[in-house]
Structures are given as C-alpha cells and as structure tokens.
C-alpha cells in the first residue's frame, strides 16, 4: 500500500492539542483512534450501526493490524481518515485505512486491519451477518 485510496469514504479530523505529544506531533496511538473511528462511521453511513449488532450478540474486534508510519501529522492539522474494505471471509473482514493530511494530501500513517465478528456474551468467532455480507459483496472490488 502506497498509493493513496480512492475517496469512497472519508472522515475528516483535525489535530488538537489532546492527540499531541509534547511536541506537537500526534501520539502513535491515536491513529488507532482516528482509524476506529473511520470504520464505524464507514459502516454508519452504509446504515449499519454497530449498537444494533450487539443487541443481536454480534460484536466486531481487530484481529490483526500493520501500520506503516511514514510522516507526522501536528497540531492543527486537517486529516482525512479513509477506510475502504478490501478483502472479506466468512467472519472477517480486511479494511484498507490511510490517514492523510487534507491541505497537501501527502500520506502519513497506512494501516491493513483485519476485524473478525464474534459473539458478544463468549467473544466466539461468528460468520458475519447476511446484511454485512451483502455490503461488503457491493464494495470490494
């Protein structure tokens, strides 16, 4: 992953004081923030809320993830957070994140997340839900 993704969904954040380390510079962690944050809402707006699903004992976790962080991000700065899925299985799904800063849309941090769907009362492996199936068969390409 180097070239940046399409637009197809994007989360814009700004940079406050609160996500900076000492310097300025955003802490590492909080991307994981940003990134948690792209995906829900990318299921939001495809009218998925994640609350529904634990009503129905359905939960979502990251199962593995590999970041590359390739630039700072610093106080003040205009984010995109993009998440796109790329891949999916029967209780998996793989999403494709990028944060990349919105004036010059240079690419700072890039993310592969793989988020598996369990029960919410055993944290078991389920298959993800016929409408999950359904949305991910539309969008990965």
Request: hydrophobic share 45%; proline share 4%; charged share 20%.
């Amino acid at each position: 992953m180097t070239e940046l993704i399409s637009n197809r969904f994007v989360l814009p954040v700004r940079v406050y004081i609160e996500d900076t380390d000492a310097g300025g510079i955003v802490f590492h962690a909080n991307y994981l923030n940003y990134m948690e944050r792209a995906r829900t809402e990318w299921l939001r707006s495809h009218g998925m809320g994640l609350r529904a699903g634990l009503v129905n004992n359905v939960s979502y976790v990251v199962q593995r993830m590999e970041l590359y962080y390739r630039a700072p991000a610093k106080l003040d700065d205009m984010l995109e957070i993009r998440a796109v899925p790329i891949s999916f299985g029967r209780v998996w799904m793989m999403f494709c994140e990028q944060v990349v800063r919105q004036c010059d849309q240079k690419l700072l941090c890039e993310a592969s997340v793989t988020i598996a769907c369990v029960t919410v009362d055993t944290g078991r492996p389920q298959r993800l839900p016929a409408n999950m199936i359904s949305l991910l068969e539309q969008q990965v390409r």
